[in-house]
Nanobody, 122 residues
Framework: QVQLVESGGGLVQAGGSLRLSCAAFGRTFGSYAMGWFRQAPGKERDVGAV????????AYADSVKGRFTISRDNAKNSVYLQMNDLKPGDTAVYYC???????????????WGQGTQVTVSS
């Protein structure tokens, strides 16, 4: 099983930057995908960015494309989300997730962190 530990959330002003970190602990089976999903108040949890652990290929939600960058560090077994040019609409709880295949759907992920709050003030 996998445990995901997130850090890096906080309060920033619009136009600012923030980097989220997620460390994965435990054995994984197969080639896992990891991703960052977010859930704003009153809305469904949706994809922000995903990365294939084996080949490093990435995919992004249209709303964050060009502003967010997901990356991985194999040695640290961690995934990061660099968020630039943050907007108030980015305010949400951000969840790190791990799954067995790369997908933008929440249903494709087996393990989830507890979430970290990102608040962007205008």
């Amino acid at each position: 099983q996998v445990q995901l530990v997130e850090s890096g959330g906080g309060l920033v002003q619009a136009g600012g930057s923030l980097r989220l970190s997620c460390a994965a602990f435990g054995r994984t089976f197969g080639s896992y995908a990891m991703g960052w999903f977010r859930q704003a108040p009153g809305k469904e949890r949706d994809v922000g960015a995903v990365i294939n652990w084996s080949d490093g290929r990435t995919a992004y939600a249209d709303s964050v494309k060009g502003r967010f960058t997901i990356s991985r560090d194999n040695a640290k077994n961690s995934v990061y989300l660099q968020m630039n040019d943050l907007k108030p609409g980015d305010t949400a709880v951000y969840y790190c997730a791990a799954g067995r295949a790369t997908t933008k759907s929440t249903l494709g992920y087996d393990y989830w962190g507890q979430g970290t709050q990102v608040t962007v003030s205008s």
